[in-house]
Nanobody, 121 residues
Framework: QVQLVESGGGLVQPGGSLRLSCAAS????????MGWYRQAPGKQRELVAT???????TYADSVKGRFTISTDNAKNTVILQMNSLKPEDAAVYYC???????????????WGQGTQVTVSS
């Protein structure tokens, strides 16, 4: 099993910044993709940003130029730096990881418990 522990959510004013962190632990042979999704009330969960183990990144159009994803592979950690936050960025942010528990094993997907981001004056 893989456990994901998120931190860094909170309340911030429009235009402010937050840094989300997610650490993966447990039985991990390799991590293929780490990323962040978010879900606002009444809306579907949506991709925010992902990064592969090769360093390729994907961003939602709505966050390009404002959010930056990075990983520390040695620590199995993914960071989401969020700048110029807008009220529409408010949501529960979920860490997401695709990993193998053994060489040649299946790639499984895991979710964090979510961390609330509130953007309000």
């Amino acid at each position: 099993q893989v456990q994901l522990v998120e931190s860094g959510g909170g309340l911030v004013q429009p235009g402010g910044s937050l840094r989300l962190s997610c650490a993966a632990s447990g039985t991990i042979f390799s991590i293929n993709v780490m990323g962040w999704y978010r879900q606002a009330p009444g809306k579907q969960r949506e991709l925010v940003a992902t990064m592969t183990n090769g360093g390729s990144t994907t961003y939602a159009d709505s966050v390009k130029g404002r959010f930056t994803i990075s990983t520390d592979n040695a620590k199995n950690t993914v960071i989401l730096q969020m700048n110029s936050l807008k009220p529409e960025d408010a949501a529960v942010y979920y860490c997401n990881v695709f990993s193998r528990q053994a060489k040649g094993g299946l790639i499984r997907m895991y979710w964090g418990q979510g961390t609330q981001v509130t953007v309000s004056s």
